[in-house]
């Protein structure tokens, strides 16, 4: 996976490899939803973003593993763009 296919919502950046995102919800609870599938999502891929949350927002920040973006964070963004999608 590339950034092909991931939202246009995902901020791309270079220097140094980062990946960013706002995520907005209408309430606290679809917000500490995310946060808890997030939290499952780290575990089973053993990845951990920076988090800044507020009551109805997220803001995910994923760094390279690596030099360089690859597969494994864009996958990651993937996954917490379709698991927003499921606590809405």
């Not at 939202?7 to 990946?19: D, E, G, K, N, T």
């Not at 706002?22 to 997030?38: I, K, N, P, V």
Request: aromatic residues 12%; proline residues 5%; hydrophobic residues 35%.
């Amino acid at each position: 996976m590339d950034r092909q296919g991931l939202s246009p919502a995902w901020r791309v950046q270079q220097q140094p490899p980062l990946l960013s995102r706002r995520f907005e919800f209408s309430s606290y609870a679809e917000t500490r939803r995310f946060l808890d599938g997030l939290a499952v999502l780290s575990e089973r891929q053993g990845y951990y973003p920076d988090l800044n949350f507020g009551k109805n927002h997220v803001n995910v920040s994923i760094a390279a593993r690596d030099e360089s973006l690859d597969d494994s964070e864009f996958g990651f963004a993937s996954q917490a763009d379709e698991l927003a999608g499921k606590v809405a």
